[in-house]
């Protein structure tokens, strides 16, 4: 019997080697490193159980069938409890035993796949891809780091503007100086200067201490300034001086305070359209964009998402002690066809919530949200609809409100497809609302 399945298996493509009884096994698998071993329960030397026991003290991974006489089935399904990946009864069922082969030799290649995956992303920052957009950026960001010049990051919401920046610092003359970051959008619009620009005790109510100002924090240092298209337009001339000056006064101060910064800015704005609109200064712009570093957005760049899944996976397994090991390369293919309008940082969530739903080694199509298993949203090619016989003003609201519709109301989808920014698109939508029988919930 050992003859003739030794001789089917390698029929079937698998490397084999065999060996008579228990103790001999053990000795051949750990010369012969198998993925898989098929072994019978009785046998001299050791017996299936304690073969097993010896096999996954060795490697956790190897894939352990057993092959046991109708009255060994109890000792089998136990024998499943310490590990065995599955057993089979005499007589052998050969299309069965090649399913479960075949089965095992799957994980055993999802796993070789995952490892190398992991090998190429153990030890890097969250830049990661191979794809030649994202080599390009990270190229063009080891070679600014070193200049010591003013930077602006652009790229939609999501695709890892604050990791460029914090990789330019890390690279440059700087790097054992503060990194501090402040968000224009987060600031309260009455904190703005002070966060700029610190205040002394007493300049205003609630000043109850004297504080710094990011300038100051940043001092001999990198300050990134992120959605600085947001910033407030009455801020930016002052904040043009401060840098032109590189001396501070802090509000209800008397005193100029030197500060010696790099400043790297990051906007999801098209700056040139923000200038047009006046919402943007020109000279600031200028003041800041020696170097213009443009993050491709996450569709444009498919090929690294495995890459970046695995990462994340690799992070979150280790954050929640999960199983999930790595991915079925259907769950990795559903992933790729999939737009992406949150970029990394969705994929990101994307993945933590499988590694926690997941309950195996292996993240599969189930465990990714419905929007993502259903379909992949449209592009924009898809978005044709005929409209006749309307005022302007109407087909607008038809065409956002279809787009709305076709990227299941997420906003920020629907304002890619447009080529408009979020704003835009939820300020049209409170409007048609104020008109009446238009919601504007959703993300």
Same mark, same amino acid.
């Given at each position: 019997m050992r003859a003739v399945l030794e001789l089917r298996l390698a029929s079937w493509g698998f490397q084999v080697r065999s060996a008579p009884d228990g103790g001999a096994g053990r000795d051949a698998a750990r010369a012969f490193d198998p993925d898989i071993v098929v072994t019978d329960?009785?046998?001299?030397?050791?017996?299936?159980?304690?073969?097993?026991?010896?096999?996954?003290?060795?490697?956790?991974?190897?894939?352990?069938l057993l092959v046991t006489a109708e009255?060994?089935?109890?000792?089998?399904?136990?024998?499943? =409890?310490?590990?065995?990946?599955?057993?089979?009864?005499?007589?052998?069922?050969?299309? =069965?035993?090649?399913?479960?082969l075949d089965d095992a030799a799957r994980d055993v290649e999802t796993r070789l796949r995952s490892r190398r995956l992991s090998g190429r992303v153990a030890g890097r920052d969250g830049l990661i891809g191979e794809s030649r957009a994202m080599r390009s950026v990270v190229d063009l960001i080891d070679r600014v780091a070193?200049?010591?010049?003013?930077?602006?990051?652009?790229?939609?919401?999501?695709?890892?503007?604050?990791?460029?920046?914090?990789?330019?610092?890390?690279?440059?003359?700087?790097?054992?100086?503060?990194?501090?970051?402040?968000?224009?959008?987060?600031?309260?619009?009455?904190?703005?200067?002070?966060?700029?620009?610190?205040?002394?005790?007493?300049?205003?109510?609630?000043?109850?201490?004297?504080?710094?100002?990011?300038?100051e924090m940043a001092h001999r240092g990198t300050l990134f300034l992120d959605e600085i298209g947001e910033m407030p337009i009455a801020l930016q001339p002052k904040l043009l001086r401060v840098l032109n000056d590189q001396r501070v006064r802090r509000i209800g101060g008397r005193r100029e305070i030197e500060f010696d910064v790099r400043v790297v800015a990051a906007t999801n704005r098209d700056p040139a359209r923000a200038i047009r609109e006046g919402r943007f200064?020109?000279?600031?712009?200028?003041?800041?964009?020696?170097?213009?570093?443009?993050?491709?957005?996450?569709?444009?760049?498919p090929g690294d998402i495995a890459l970046l899944a695995q990462h994340f996976l690799d992070v979150f397994r280790a954050r929640h002690a999960a199983a999930a090991e790595g991915f079925r390369e259907s769950s990795i293919e559903r992933l790729k066809k999939y737009s992406w309008p949150g970029n990394v940082r969705e994929l990101k969530n994307v993945v933590e919530r499988a590694v926690v739903l997941a309950d195996g080694p292996?993240?599969?199509?189930?465990?990714?949200?419905?929007?993502?298993?259903?379909?992949?949203?449209?592009?924009?090619?898809?978005?044709?609809?005929?409209?006749?016989?309307?005022?302007?003003?109407?087909?607008?609201?038809?065409?956002?409100? =279809?787009t709305l519709e076709m990227a299941r109301n997420n906003k920020a989808e629907a304002a890619r497809l447009l080529g408009l920014d979020v704003k835009t698109i939820r300020n049209k939508l409170h409007r048609y609302a104020a008109d009446g029988g238009v919601s504007s919930a959703g993300r």
């Open positions: 329960l009785v046998m001299p030397e050791l017996s299936g159980l304690e073969l097993l026991g010896a096999l996954k003290r060795d490697d956790p991974h190897c894939h352990v009255g060994g089935v109890a000792d089998a399904v136990e024998a499943m =409890k310490h590990g065995a990946r599955d057993f089979l009864t005499k007589p052998l069922d050969y299309d =069965k035993l090649r399913a479960l070193g200049a010591d010049t003013p930077v602006i990051v652009t790229g939609e919401s999501g695709t890892g503007k604050e990791l460029a920046a914090r990789r330019i610092h890390d690279l440059s003359r700087r790097r054992d100086g503060p990194f501090v970051a402040v968000n224009a959008v987060a600031v309260p619009e009455g904190l703005v200067e002070s966060e700029f620009f610190g205040h002394e005790k007493g300049s205003f109510t609630g000043a109850l201490d004297a504080r710094p100002g990011c300038l200064r020109e000279d600031l712009y200028y003041r800041l964009a020696v170097f213009t570093i443009e993050l491709p957005a996450l569709r444009e760049r292996w993240i599969e199509d189930r465990h990714w949200p419905p929007y993502i298993r259903e379909s992949r949203l449209p592009g924009a090619a898809e978005l044709v609809f005929e409209i006749g016989g309307t005022t302007l003003d109407d087909a607008e609201k038809a065409l956002i409100l =279809k």
